[in-house]
Nanobody, 122 residues
Framework: QVQLVESGGGLVQAGGSLRLSCAASGLTFSTYAMGWFRQAPGKEREFVAA????????VNGDSLKGRFTISRDNAKATVYLQMNSLKPEDTAIYYCAAGLGTYGLPKSFDYWGQGTQVTVSS
């Protein structure tokens, strides 16, 4: 049974930082690409960043690329999202997801975590 458990969310002031973690179990972690998505109230889910099983990463959009970094530790079966210079518009529930992809990103992600709330106050 695949499980993805996010942690690290919380309340932070604008300009602050948070690091989200997602611990995976029940899968061969290094063969899965891992992604972070977010969903703000009243908005559709948005792709944030992803990293292949071998560590090739991508971050969505110019507004995030200079502030968010995705990384993974295959030995710990954990993926991270480092978020710096947070803005109120980053407020959302952040979800971790997994999909097969050792060297590339999948077309869709098969497994999802429960999400962790990130709230950025102005």
């Amino acid at each position: 049974q695949v499980q993805l458990v996010e942690s690290g969310g919380g309340l932070v002031q604008a300009g602050g930082s948070l690091r989200l973690s997602c611990a995976a179990s029940g899968l061969t972690f290094s063969t899965y690409a891992m992604g972070w998505f977010r969903q703000a109230p009243g908005k559709e889910r948005e792709f944030v960043a992803a990293v292949t099983g071998r560590g090739g990463s991508t971050v969505n959009g110019d507004s995030l690329k200079g502030r968010f970094t995705i990384s993974r530790d295959n030995a710990k079966a954990t993926v991270y999202l480092q978020m710096n210079s947070l803005k109120p518009e980053d407020t959302a529930i952040y979800y971790c997801a997994a999909g097969l992809g050792t060297y590339g990103l999948p077309k869709s992600f098969d497994y999802w975590g429960q999400g962790t709330q990130v709230t950025v106050s102005s």
